[in-house]
């Protein structure tokens, strides 16, 4: 789903000798960001509990609340933050895309979720490269580093583009 917001098609990441996903800097970081997403998600989950839960589930979570939170790594709760962050944008995204009317506007407000997105996951990889620096690997640091400016860049020559929908006539009732 990463790659298609990217405009990349899902054929261009894959190898068509070995079958093998490229090493490619972008892809490494959207799997990476797609997994932070996922994990961030199952937690918000099981954090909220079931909707409806029953007198053993409620007994249950009250024991739950009783154990102390884990504590995040000073990284991770920067990347939750930066996650939160774009869940809040695309909550305000999401409710705009609901109510647009004109296909330009649904496509304006798509690319925002796109460049939302983009921009996170941009964020995410400076909190990465930021701590990598300090831990002293400076070889990690830069290597994400050049993943960033790879985002930045924009996909390499021959990768498909998005093109712009034809124009359509309106249509008479």
């Known amino acids: 789903?990463?790659?298609?917001f990217l405009g990349m098609?899902?054929?261009a990441a894959i190898d068509a000798k070995g079958g093998e996903v490229m090493k490619n800097p972008i892809i490494l970081a959207i799997v990476g960001l797609l997994f932070v997403g996922a994990t961030l998600t199952v937690l918000a989950q099981q954090e909220q509990g079931p909707k409806t839960?029953?007198?053993?589930l409620v007994a249950s979570n009250a024991q739950e609340k009783e154990?102390?939170?884990p504590t995040l790594s000073p990284m991770m709760l920067q990347i939750s933050n930066a996650c939160a962050d774009e869940q809040a944008a695309l909550a305000k995204l999401q409710t705009r895309l609901e109510t647009a009317t004109g296909e330009s506007e649904i496509l304006a407000v798509?690319?925002?979720?796109?460049?939302v997105k983009i921009q996170t996951e941009i964020r995410i990889l400076e909190i990465q490269a930021d701590f990598a620096r300090q831990e002293g690997n400076i070889e990690k640091a830069e290597l994400i580093e050049a993943a960033i400016e790879e985002i930045i860049a924009g996909p390499p020559a021959g990768?498909?583009?998005p093109r712009q929908a034809p124009?359509?006539?309106p249509e008479t009732p």
């Open 110 to 115: 798509i690319r925002e979720i796109e460049e």
């Open 67 to 69: 154990r102390p939170e």
């Open 9 to 11: 098609d899902f054929r």
């Open 167 to 169: 124009a359509r006539e």
């Open 1 to 4: 789903m990463a790659a298609v």
């Open 53 to 56: 839960p029953s007198a053993n």
């Open 159 to 161: 990768v498909p583009q």
